[in-house]
């Protein structure tokens, strides 16, 4: 079956968090659609790897998609700020649509008030925020709960991070 895939990207994304796993996915026959604020423009990652909006916030549904990965670096961070994105993420996880995150991008999760009661891993640096919104935060590559998010810590966990989506997305 093939997955439509929301992902939520802006300006200083970790580059390898968010070209690799579309990469896996798309060779697999899923949809990567990008969301930012307006559709159309350019956005730049943290070693200069640059991806055209799909489409805005204010145009999408996350009914529309089947899942919803949040790649890390600064980008989530500056989502979080405007509640377009952080309601958007929560419906994923209210909805038990699978969620895909991986270094900061649980900052998201963190805002959306959608980690407590749930085992996930993250960057180092967030661990305590993880831990105060609720998560049992795991050391480990990746983390998969309730059969719905999947985490992981950093880009060095690639390889685990995207095996575990691919596996929820059913390849």
């Known amino acids: 079956m093939m997955a439509k895939i929301a992902t939520l990207l802006s300006n200083l994304f970790e580059d390898s968090e968010y070209f690799e796993p579309a990469k896996e996915f798309e060779a ?3 949809n990567v ?3 930012e604020k307006e559709a159309g423009v350019i956005v730049t990652g ?3 790897g640059s991806v055209e909006i799909d489409i805005g916030i204010d145009d999408v549904s996350h009914a529309e998609f089947d899942a919803l990965l949040l790649p890390g670096g600064y980008s989530p961070d500056i989502l979080r700020a405007d509640d377009h994105f952080v309601k958007f ?3 994923f996880m209210d909805s038990k649509k699978p969620v895909f995150a991986i270094c900061h991008g649980q900052q998201l999760l963190i805002t959306a008030k959608a980690l407590a009661g749930r085992d996930a891993t993250g960057y180092k640096s967030i661990q305590v925020d993880m831990e105060y919104a609720g998560a049992r935060f795991l050391d480990q590559a990746v983390v998969v709960c309730q059969n719905q ?3 992981s810590r950093t880009s060095a966990d690639m390889e685990d991070f ?3 989506a ?3 997305l059913g390849k």
């Open 162 to 164: 995207i095996r575990e």
């Open 89 to 91: 993420t929560k419906e």
């Open 33 to 35: 659609v990008t969301i």
């Open 46 to 48: 943290k070693k200069r």
């Open 28 to 30: 697999k026959g899923h």
């Open 166 to 168: 691919l596996t929820l």
């Open 149 to 151: 998010l999947v985490t």
